[in-house]
């Protein structure tokens, strides 16, 4: 999660928020629910650590504020799904706009 993380960042830093998927959804009209994830201490705990790890991956000058890594975090949490083989093994996670 960090990396996508990391590339949704970059993203949003070059480009904006102005590609839209082929349904006319953006980034933004995403939903986070991060009312519901601050409740949750694992969750919390789980951000924590994947925030320290996009701190070494992002240079320092494009290190976005905490309240910002979290909506993305809350984001992919809500709305990513996850990505197999065949053989059911996980691959990677992908994000559905």
Known sequence: MPRLIGRIIATL???GDRNPAFNG???ASLKSHAGDIEKDEDKINGFIAIAHVIKDYL???E????TEIFDIFCKILINALVITDSCLNRIGLALYL
């Open 25 to 27: 959804r953006i980034f």
């Open 63 to 66: 290190m976005p504020n905490s």
């Open 13 to 15: 830093q070059h480009n």
């Open 59 to 61: 240079p320092s000058g």
